[in-house]
């Protein structure tokens, strides 16, 4: 009883990537940051019951509890805000600029959280460096290099490969923020998101904060991966198909056919501040 219309869903984007607009660089970090984090830490545990259980698919079933986690908290996530926020300027209530501004500080607070917890797990998994790197480190490893060193192996083909499975990954990750939105039941909030996010997990596409987690965890834990091979065969190509896909076939796609009128006009506008600061 407690599901929403499409039409209303497309209310609450709008709402939502206004209230993402307002908030400042402090609680953009620390969201960000706590966002990164709670990736990495589900990533762990889906790489976890992978490994235990012998059964990839176990960890897809897993790694859904940190969307839920950063969805029921609203929490910030990048690859989200790609969806929501720019429905703000399409509103005429935000500039792209404060968009881009938001978009960077949220993408530098996912990288800062990604990372202090993969140190944080690295250290735990081989007990500081005085266990062999085996079990769910070994996996870490392997995986950071099949994103990084093995893209660059394939050359062109790999980079648009890795475009490609951001694009997709995406789309599916923002439909799981927004799905959130067809129900007001925590209940409800949790299955809606699982279903998509479970969906590209388990089809192996490129998510870019997961990735600030695996490959300089990887790193760390001993991977052959430069910097280099990091961010020009994976990072980069990755957030720009994120872009594209929770942009495009998510947030305009649903604005498009189902865009509010009278809910869009009663919304607040303090964006218009923040966009001129």
Same mark, same amino acid.
């Given at each position: 009883?407690?599901?929403?219309?499409?039409?209303?869903?497309?209310?609450?984007?709008?709402?939502?990537?206004?209230?993402?607009?307002?908030?400042?660089?402090?609680?953009?970090?620390?969201?960000?940051?706590?966002?990164?984090?709670?990736?990495?830490?589900?990533?762990?545990?889906?790489?976890?019951?992978?490994?235990?259980?012998?059964?990839?698919?176990?960890?897809?079933?897993?790694?859904?509890?940190?969307?839920?986690?950063?969805?029921?908290?609203?929490?910030?996530?990048?690859?989200?805000?790609?969806?929501?926020?720019?429905?703000?300027?399409?509103?005429?209530?935000? /500039?792209? &600029?404060? #968009?881009? +501004?938001? %978009?960077?500080?949220? =993408?530098?607070?996912?990288? !800062? $959280?990604?990372?202090?917890?993969?140190?944080?797990?690295?250290?735990?998994?081989?007990?500081?460096?005085?266990?062999?790197?085996?079990?769910?480190?070994?996996?870490?490893?392997?995986?950071?290099?099949?994103?990084?060193?093995?893209?660059?192996?394939?050359?062109?083909?790999?980079?648009?490969?890795?475009?490609?499975?951001?694009?997709?990954?995406?789309?599916?990750?923002?439909?799981?923020?927004?799905?959130?939105?067809?129900?007001?039941? /925590?209940? &409800?909030? #949790?299955? +809606?998101? %699982?279903?998509?996010? =479970?969906?590209?997990?388990? !089809? $192996?596409?490129?998510?870019?904060?997961?990735?600030?987690?695996?490959?300089?965890?990887?790193?760390?834990?001993?991977?052959?991966?430069?910097?280099?091979?990091?961010?020009?065969?994976?990072?980069?190509?990755?957030?720009?198909?994120?872009?594209?896909?929770?942009?495009?076939?998510?947030?305009?796609?649903?604005?498009?056919?189902?865009?509010?009128?009278?809910?869009?006009?009663?919304?607040?506008?303090?964006?218009?501040?923040?966009?001129?600061?």
């Amino acid at each position: 009883m407690d599901y929403a219309k499409p039409t209303d869903v497309v209310a609450s984007m709008v709402d939502a990537g206004l209230k993402k607009l307002a908030l400042g660089p402090r609680d953009l970090l620390i969201r960000g940051a706590l966002s990164g984090a709670l990736l990495g830490a589900a990533t762990t545990l889906a790489f976890t019951g992978a490994v235990t259980t012998g059964q990839p698919l176990v960890g897809a079933i897993i790694f859904p509890v940190s969307l839920v986690m950063i969805v029921l908290l609203g929490l910030e996530l990048v690859t989200g805000s790609f969806a929501l926020v720019p429905l703000a300027r399409f509103e005429g209530k935000a /500039t792209w &600029g404060a #968009i881009l +501004a938001n %978009w960077s500080w949220v =993408f530098v607070a996912n990288l !800062l $959280g990604s990372i202090a917890f993969g140190a944080l797990i690295a250290i735990s998994l081989t007990n500081m460096g005085k266990a062999d790197v085996a079990g769910v480190a070994a996996r870490i490893v392997a995986v950071a290099e099949a994103k990084t060193v093995a893209n660059a192996a394939l050359g062109t083909a790999g980079m648009v490969s890795v475009f490609v499975k951001g694009i997709l990954c995406n789309w599916l990750v923002c439909l799981g923020v927004v799905m959130a939105m067809t129900s007001t039941s /925590t209940v &409800g909030k #949790i299955a +809606a998101t %699982w279903l998509p996010i =479970f969906t590209f997990f388990a !089809l $192996g596409f490129e998510h870019a904060v997961v990735n600030m987690f695996i490959i300089p965890t990887g790193m760390l834990l001993g991977a052959k991966v430069s910097v280099y091979d990091w961010w020009v065969w994976n990072q980069i190509p990755v957030t720009l198909g994120n872009l594209v896909g929770g942009f495009v076939f998510t947030g305009l796609a649903l604005y498009t056919t189902f865009k509010p009128t009278q809910q869009a006009a009663s919304a607040p506008t303090v964006v218009m501040q923040v966009a001129a600061e």
